[in-house]
């Protein structure tokens, strides 16, 4: 705002020129906005950055709540000097948002690891076990050894010093990329299943338990990718 353009343009009685300097004022707003929540969220990091931790992995898990289809987790390090403006947790963000970060951690992150954890395993062990397996899963497969865990909500049986974050995908950038990583991941998991069980909708309700879902189970029953243990597909075992 403080460009010499800016004044002559203040001066422009034209309806045109100030309806773009308006525009102009909000898109630096918004701009400002989306650099301070960045900061905000890099907090922990820098924290850790200054305990001389010098790969900090941030980690987290979708699809506790579904009816079908795995648990996955993702784990992210991201670069120290290079910043991905915009992350935020993944349920927070629409679909394209979440695709283009996605894009965006894929390029830039210094190591992402995935953990998959299948419906038979969480039948065996519950979903918050399977969760726990998933995130030790995805950690255990990133090609840099992490120095430090920030964790979503969870505190994980590894010998590397951690951090458990009660909502961390809101207030830590590593953990809010590994949350997109592990959303876009599933996400796209499920609509491969989708093809291969057609009539649940698991290509737009990613396996949860929606009304056409449910529909499905009352018409076609269950499939290989339905958790037994849940309710109310437990209802359908024959």
């Known amino acids: 705002m403080d460009d010499p353009l800016i004044d002559v343009l203040r ?9 773009a300097l308006l525009a102009f004022k909000k898109r630096l707003k918004k701009e400002a906005l989306i650099q301070e929540k960045y900061l905000a969220m890099s907090q922990f990091e820098q924290l850790a950055y200054k305990q001389g931790y010098e790969w900090i992995a941030g980690i987290d898990e979708v699809g506790r709540g579904p009816l079908a289809g795995p648990v996955v987790a993702a784990a992210v390090i991201l670069p120290r000097n290079e910043q991905i403006l915009g992350l935020n947790d993944s349920k ?3 679909e394209k948002k979440r695709e283009l970060l996605y894009d965006q951690i ?3 992150a210094v190591a ?14 519950n979903i918050y076990e399977a ?7 995805a950690v255990e497969k990133l090609a840099v050894t992490p120095s430090y865990l920030l964790i979503d909500a969870m505190t994980l049986n590894l010998s590397i010093p951690q951090t458990k974050l009660i909502k961390g995908d809101a207030r830590s950038i590593s953990i809010a990329a590994a949350s997109i990583i592990a959303k876009v991941y599933r996400d796209n998991l499920m609509k491969k299943y989708d093809q291969l069980y057609p009539g649940y909708g698991f290509g737009h309700n990613a396996g949860y338990g929606t009304k056409e879902h449910l529909k499905g189970l009352a018409q076609q029953g269950i ?3 339905h958790r037994k243990t ?6 359908y075992l024959v």
């Open 106 to 108: 894929q390029q830039k």
């Open 223 to 225: 499939t290989p990718i």
């Open 131 to 137: 969760s726990k397996l998933a995130m030790i899963q």
């Open 112 to 125: 992402i690891g995935i953990g998959i954890i299948n419906e038979a395993k969480i039948d065996e062990v």
């Open 230 to 235: 849940f309710a109310p597909v437990k209802n």
């Open 11 to 19: 001066r422009d009685e034209r309806k045109g020129v100030q309806q």
């Open 92 to 94: 927070q963000l629409s």
